[in-house]
């Protein structure tokens, strides 16, 4: 049933309880997406020169070493917008469109790209203070006492009070920054691209998806979170397909969430 809210003296988009079995339904449908339009390819020629980058920035200088970690999850608070894209081909072949490349990127010719913009410009601010914030934690508890190999550095952060401190610490904040990013846009993007509305009705209807659907919304961060890592463990090969996949289930979430 729907949820429906009255914002000063405007009605509010109604919102749908869901159950964890719709979250099962969304990842099944966007792998049909994927499936009837396969894009690991572009998704690789975007991934390896950036990693290949990192990676080179990385050898050439330890001192970056403490934030592979804090990059790499920051991947779950840049996820919304980088997904945008194929929730675009959804919405295509749901209306029984061609879901071609050619019509990805056609929010940027939508009345709301402006909207969308900040929201993703929110979104890169966000990754940007997660990453600040976790290497305020490392200089705070680790700082100058470590080594910059890869095994030492990791012996003292799994060994040591300080390397506890700052898993702790690091952890606390990662999950309010995750919190943030997945309620301020979980289904703020789709909307905006699906409905005539502005960015505050976009973000007011995403925050109330998720407490009107703590415990779906929780799983569905968690999923998430997971599947980014294990799509990153294969030397990023993996996130080629969970990127995708998941920017198509967002969609089919976004539906299950909001009525039509």
Partial sequence: MAYQA???????????????VDLVHAVEEGIADFREKPTHLFFLAVIYPVA???????INNDRLMPLVFPIMSGLVLVGPFIGLAMEEMSRHRE??????????????????????ALLGLFNIVLFLGWVAAANTVFVMTLGDAWSSTMSNFTL??????????????????GFAFAVAAL???????????DKNCGLATA?????????????????????????????????????????????HATWHLYRKMVPT
């Fill in 6 to 20: 009255i914002v000063g003296s405007t009605v509010a988009i109604p919102v749908n309880k869901i159950r964890l």
């Fill in 52 to 58: 290949t980058l990192f990676v080179f920035l990385v």
């Fill in 95 to 116: 209306k029984g469109l061609d879901m071609s490349w050619g019509h990805a990127f056609n929010f940027f010719e939508h009345p709301a790209f402006k909207d969308v």
């Fill in 156 to 173: 003292q952060v799994l060994t040591t009070k300080q390397g506890w401190a700052m898993i702790v610490i690091g952890n606390a904040l």
């Fill in 183 to 193: 309620a301020f846009g979980v289904i703020s993007f789709p909307l905006l691209l």
């Fill in 203 to 247: 973000v007011e209807t995403s925050v109330r998806a998720v407490t009107t659907n703590p415990i779906p919304m929780a799983a569905w961060g968690l999923f998430v979170g997971i599947t980014l890592l294990l799509g990153a463990i294969p030397l990023l090969v993996g996130l080629a397909v969970v990127v995708p996949v998941l920017g």
